[in-house]
């Protein structure tokens, strides 16, 4: 199953953020009910790292208060009392902005943005604005679907603004339609991608391979592992971070799917294999982060193995054979193609994790392996940490100290890209 994942994803928890970090984010607010949300939206962009410089129309003001934006930021909130404070305060806010956020967007103001019309604050900023723009649409009774909004919303996304929503559902007025702006959660994983865009990795293609492989004894039961798939979607999220465009291809996983991967569900080492082969005919960089399972039932019963089947003195015999080396055939593949680029690869070892890592990476052909005991109190699967070290041919490239999951994504796509700029050095020298 293949699906561009717009509609699941990451950030349940309010964590910092590196990609927010002294990033400044406008937030524009126009008049619409759903103001109170942006409140939310305004503190979650901050509670990230951002610095929110938040403007507000007349008529949001009549939603929510600037004293609302001020509580939740820390910072002053623009009014069109503007030209009474500074008088280029629009020029100053749109030019040092990384992002400029419009949330809620009404009919009005995205009619306004269409045709260039500058007649408060966040217009005129909203021209003067270099940075990418994101506009979350809040209209009631149909007004997103009339041609006119229709129009006006095609016109800046052939300018390269982005949209981001709206949402069905129940609206203020009662009826159930296109219309709700989406949940400050969604808006702020939204805003990531934007922040993202010219990040190290951008035109880069990464493939990563996340989550345990299951390969089933029979309709009902199967053999897995006990990988949850936080590593591999927390590199999936730092590649994403870096400005890739990230195909994920992901075993049976409960834990939520970076907003923006292209999505290939696969539940068998097998289906893994192949969706990786076809996957990186064209990418730069494999992470190969899926606790695949390396055994299968020789023979898979199409119906349930009933009690009754086991022998009282043998009990029942599941003969397993060898699954597919997806590392390996990825290794063949790229000896033709030259593709992908660069490879990583994981060692989860309970014992000699040094000497093992060092066995595959020259095994699997990898450019990098990271070595992880998976036998540390804090590393392995399940845990929000993990601890590992870094290895290439030439020998250690880091030791990565016990931390975040997300940290160990940073350092590991870090890592890759600049092995990626190596590659490309070497091609044009
Ligand atoms: N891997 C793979 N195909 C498999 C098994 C593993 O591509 N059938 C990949 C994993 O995704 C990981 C690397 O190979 O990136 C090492 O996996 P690991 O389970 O540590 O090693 P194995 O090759 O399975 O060897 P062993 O089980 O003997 O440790």
Redesign the pocket.
């Known amino acids: 199953m293949l699906a561009l994942y717009l509609n699941r994803f990451t950030l349940n928890v309010m964590e910092p953020i590196t990609l927010f970090q002294n990033k400044r984010i406008v937030l524009g607010v126009t008049g619409s009910i759903a103001c109170y949300k942006s409140v939310d939206l305004a503190s979650k962009l901050t509670q990230a790292g951002a610095q929110v410089d938040v403007i507000m129309t007349e008529a949001a003001q009549k939603f929510v208060t600037p004293l609302a934006f001020r509580s939740v930021t820390g910072r002053p909130v623009y009014t069109d009392m503007w030209q009474l404070e500074t008088h280029v305060a629009h020029v100053n806010l749109g030019e040092t902005a990384d992002l400029l956020i419009i949330a809620p967007a009404t009919a009005h103001t995205i009619a306004k943005l269409a045709h260039g019309l500058a007649d408060n604050l966040l217009t005129v900023t909203a021209l003067a604005a270099r940075s990418p723009l994101l506009i979350a649409p809040a209209m009631d009774g149909g007004m997103y679907e009339h041609p006119a909004t229709q129009n006006n919303v095609h016109l800046l996304q052939e300018r390269g603004v982005i949209f981001a929503g709206p949402a069905k559902g129940r609206m203020a007025s009662g009826l159930t339609g296109l219309g709700r702006m989406l949940e400050p959660m969604e808006l702020l994983a939204h805003a990531r991608l934007a922040l993202a865009q010219n990040g190290p990795l951008a035109g880069r293609h990464v493939v990563v391979?996340a989550g345990p492989t299951r390969e089933p004894i029979d309709p009902v039961r199967f053999i897995s592992n006990r990988s949850t798939g936080k590593q591999g979607l927390a590199v999936a999220q730092a590649a994403l971070d870096a400005g890739a465009r990230v195909t994920l291809i992901c075993g049976p996983v409960f834990e939520p799917i970076p907003l923006g991967v292209t999505l290939i569900q696969v539940e068998t080492?097998q289906e893994m294999g192949e969706a990786v082969l076809e996957a990186v005919k064209d990418a730069d960089a494999l992470f190969?982060?899926?606790?695949?399972a390396?055994f299968r039932p020789g023979a898979r019963s199409d119906k349930k193995i009933k009690k009754t089947e086991m022998d009282e003195e043998w009990g029942l015999a599941i003969g397993l054979e060898v699954?597919?080396?997806?590392?390996s055939a990825v290794k063949a593949q790229r000896e033709k193609t030259g593709y992908p680029l660069v490879t990583l690869?994981?060692?989860?070892?309970t014992h000699n994790a040094f000497e093992?890592g060092r066995q595959?990476l020259w095994r699997?052909g990898l450019n990098f392996i990271a070595v992880n005991d998976v036998m540390q109190p804090g590393a392995g699967f399940a845990s929000d940490t993990n601890q590992v070290v870094l290895l290439s041919s030439a020998g250690v490239v880091e030791e990565i100290p016990m931390q975040s999951k997300t940290v160990i994504a940073e350092r590991l796509v870090h890592h890759v890209a600049r092995a990626l700029g190596r590659v490309n050095e070497a091609d044009s020298g």
């Open positions: 391979t080492t190969m982060v899926a606790a695949v390396d699954t597919l080396d997806i590392l690869g994981f060692a989860a070892e093992y595959k699997k």
